[in-house]
């Protein structure tokens, strides 16, 4: 029975150490709130890759873009074809 009284000393002190610690804390809340900014979502000319969205978004009457050559993309004749499932 002796043992028992120290260790619910010891459970009191531990109790009343940690409720302290979190009272001095404020609970961990701090009321702040995090504010989230939605991201724009991906347009569809924009996955066709090469420059194509802006080239679709540019004006009419602007200067024409000189094609580079990684613009397009070579095909090879020899390669298998892909079967159709």
Do not use: I, Y
């Amino acid at each position: 029975m002796q043992a028992l009284l120290p260790r619910r000393v010891a459970l009191w002190a531990a109790l009343a150490v940690s409720a302290s610690v979190l009272a001095a804390c404020g609970g961990g809340g701090g009321g702040q709130t995090a504010v989230v900014t939605p991201q724009p979502t991906p347009k569809l000319e924009d996955g066709f890759g090469a420059g194509f969205g802006n080239l679709f978004r540019a004006n009419a009457n602007s200067e024409p873009v000189k094609p580079m050559t990684s613009d397009v993309k070579a095909v090879d004749p020899s390669a298998a074809p892909t079967p159709l499932h």
